[in-house]
């Protein structure tokens, strides 16, 4: 096991090839002990924050409450009665000296921390949001009670309407906007006036009026012994001392600053290998010139988004941590703040960190918002709207809606966006690889809510096959297509997450059907274990050419082959964010995306509507979504274009989907399981918490 870092716990480290020993001199894991607040509080926070969520998760279950941003409540108020929602709260509660740490720890100068639990310093540190309630309106009326059975004892439970919960987001969004605003002002005003890199201390004399001096008539200096005295006296300072004096609190703010600044830089880039990464990762992500420019005029913000590692990339560790920095959850109404001043209406840290890095790169045009959840949900369901008949050239009776006898049609598709190439096509260096969602959703009958406004009242089934079984034909259409396309008879590299990842084995022709096989279904959607384990495939690949890094992992060298992946996924990931930042700082990678979709689902369209915004400023990203019963070789097709990076007409296409005989591909086919010979073994990632 790895030792404890700042960033949180690593459970693994990998050897070092060889060829590193230049780098020997590189601090280890163990070596690594630089700290400040917001470290120590993300380490206290991040022990139970999963299990919370967990617990919330149940509680909601039980409740059947299926928006994830209504808590329960119960009818008797603050009278405990040992129910599953007391014990929830009571729970909360519990973790009130937590949720204080990590407040003082992330809040700027001058805010106060607040929270939603019922203290004796309720008044003191009471939540702004206190009159919005998804179970009240402004008159305290509202909601319906049901009885519900906990074990053998019937209980009480508040129940939601949806027009309340509908008035609360209103109520939620503006009082978002206007504190958010508030805060921005409000730091801005404490930033220094002077640049403090470039402030000289004010002369001594000047703040010392008993040596002031004036010239006389004739000539001579006079020293003002009697007026100085006077002023002493009458405690009235000449302008020229109380100039001197606001220089003088000004040179010390500012030196403060600066220094604290200049440790925690040192502190977290010990060496000069550490720094160019640092360096790289801001101009790979574009903001070198706008963290230049923060540092300089607002260095009180850049002190604050240092502490919480904004200018650096992702430590490799945080991959398999059930939780870490940018898996914490943001609170408005309950108190638990993010990082920057405008944290209000984002749903985690890494979201926050995502839209600040959008907003603050080079050539951004104008600032891009989150759309708050009722803009986000009218989008949704006009992309819904837009969807039309797939065109009906791609039809095939092999499709799995039509072998399991689903339907005679296909499902409405939206039509993506037509393909314009953003990013270099496919190379013969190039390695393709294909990483599978396997959560349990993906082997669940699909179902799509049922809304009532805003609300969620509950399900229904959707009459499709099970996202698993089309995940597997449109790879087995994909791998079938880019052999052919390739001359390339060995195949292509599988792996799959949940809340772990494993690595299956080389796909091709001959040899699907035992691969599948070993494909197994459960658990939660987390990428970026999966996106590690890829990395680490790619790079023990290609080892000779890239170098390891103690805390960043594999960094990528100007002759490493890119990497082309294909991403599979049912729904939106719990570390989606913080997979799409990750993204934003590589070169050396095109990931295509293949989203799979409830026919008439809201959330699947919501989701859909954030890829394609995150395509559109990445060009070493894209995107195709299909819902429903799917015309599979349309995706098929859709998904080529994206991942080969040029505009393959239809009759190259369908050349690419004959099957090619073995003896026109180079090389012979591999059938095992393994990888081939050039690469190791990849390791199942574990974590430490399971979620």
Known sequence: MGADTPHGKMDRTPTLPPYQSAMSGLPG?????????????????????QSMANHLQRIQRECDIYNPDIEPEHPNGTVYCRCPIHKYKARKAARLPVQIKWSEAVMYPGERYYHDIETENTIIHRSPYRYVSSYYCAGGMGGTTTT???????????????????????????????????AQVAIDRKEPISNIWHVDMPEPSALNEDHVTISSENGKSVELSRLSGLRKALSIKSPEKKEAERKQKAFAKGEDLRIEILNEENGRWQTKEWRDIVTRYQEHVGMTQKTADLRARC?????????????????????????????????????????TPTWRGFEDTAEERLYWVLNHREGSSG????????????????????????????????????????????????????????????????????LLDVSGSMNFKPVRPIYEEALIRGYEHSTQPKNKDLAKAIIRRFTDAMIHHDHNATGYRLATFHEQAKYIGILNHENFDKMWN??????????????????????????????????????????????????????????????????????????????????????????????????????????????????????????????????????????????????????????????????????????????
Not at 313 to 320: F, L
């Open 29 to 49: 894991p163990s070596q690594y002990a630089h700290t400040n607040a917001v470290i120590e509080a993300g380490k206290l926070r991040a022990l139970d924050e």
């Open 299 to 339: 260095p009180i913000q850049y002190l604050h988004l240092l502490r919480a590692g904004y200018f650096e990339p992702i430590p490799v560790e945080w991959a398999n941590l059930a939780s870490n920095p940018l898996k914490f959850k943001i609170e408005a109404a309950a108190g638990w703040p993010g990082i």
């Open 518 to 691: 070993e494909v197994s279904f459960g658990g939660m959607t987390r990428v970026m274990t999966g996106w590690q384990l890829v990395k680490d495939l790619h790079f023990q690949k290609y080892s000779e050419t890239a170098s390891y890094h103690p805390v960043y992992g594999w960094q990528a060298g100007p002759k490493t082959p890119k990497l082309r992946l294909l991403l599979l996924l049912d729904g939106e990931a719990s570390d989606m964010d913080e997979f799409e930042l990750d993204l934003l700082s590589l070169s050396w990678v095109h990931v295509t995306i293949f989203l799979i979709g409830v026919d008439g689902c809201p959330h699947h369209h919501r989701h859909a509507n954030e890829l394609q915004r995150i395509s559109e400023v990445n060009p070493h990203v894209s995107f195709v979504d299909a819902q429903g019963n799917t015309p599979e070789r349309f995706v098929t097709h859709e998904l080529l274009k994206r991942h080969l990076g040029y505009d393959i007409t239809m009759s190259e296409f369908e050349e690419l989907e004959r099957p090619p005989s073995y003896d026109e591909l180079d090389g012979g086919v591999s059938t095992g399981a393994g990888p081939s010979s050039d690469v190791t073994p990849a390791y199942e990632a574990t974590e430490d918490v399971k979620a």
């Open 148 to 182: 519900i059975m906990y074990g053998d004892a019937p209980r009480r439970r508040q129940r939601s309407d949806s027009y309340n919960y509908s008035r609360s987001l209103e109520k939620t969004i503006k009082l978002n906007a206007q504190l958010n605003l508030c």
């Open 367 to 434: 600032l891009r918002m989150k759309p708050d959840p009722i803009s986000a949900m009218k989008m949704a369901r006009s992309r819904m709207a837009s969807a039309v008949m797939p065109p009906p050239g791609y039809y095939s009776p092999d499709d799995v809606c039509h072998v399991q006898h689903m339907t005679d049609h296909y499902s409405k598709q939206v039509m993506p966006t037509p393909f314009k190439p953003s990013d270099v096509p496919e190379l013969s260096s190039n390695d393709t690889m294909i």
